[in-house]
Nanobody
Framework: QVQLAESGGGLVQAGGSLKLSCAAS????????MAWFRQGSGKEREFVAG????????TYSASIEGRFTISRVTAENLLYLQMNDLKPSDTAVYYC????????????????????WGQGTQVTVSS
């Protein structure tokens, strides 16, 4: 069984930065593609960024407008999301997720493609 746990959320002013972390336990995620999703109040969960098991490829939602960077340290089962120039519209609960891929030529973007989820970490951006 794979367990994921996010951390690093908090309250920041617009224009600030946060770095989210996701730690995995239960088994090695060396064969798993991973991603960040988010869900704002009253909105559907949306894909933010994804990454293959070797750190490539990476793919991003257009909604983050080039402000975020996803990365991972596979040997330590860690996933990161560096968020810069945050906006109030970025306020949401952020989730990390994973699925076993066996290949990393592409990364899926749909919620239903992912098998394992964390409980989320709240990011709040004030004006």
């Amino acid at each position: 069984q794979v367990q994921l746990a996010e951390s690093g959320g908090g309250l920041v002013q617009a224009g600030g930065s946060l770095k989210l972390s996701c730690a995995a336990s239960g088994r090695s995620l060396s064969d798993y593609n991973m991603a960040w999703f988010r869900q704002g109040s009253g909105k559907e969960r949306e894909f933010v960024a994804g990454i293959g098991w070797r750190g490539r490829p990476t793919t991003y939602s257009a909604s983050i407008e080039g402000r975020f960077t996803i990365s991972r340290v596979t040997a330590e089962n860690l996933l990161y999301l560096q968020m810069n120039d945050l906006k109030p519209s970025d306020t949401a609960v952020y989730y990390c997720a994973a699925y076993q891929a066996y290949r990393d030529l592409d990364v899926r973007r749909l919620e239903g493609d992912y098998d394992f989820w964390g409980q989320g970490t709240q990011v709040t951006v004030s004006s």
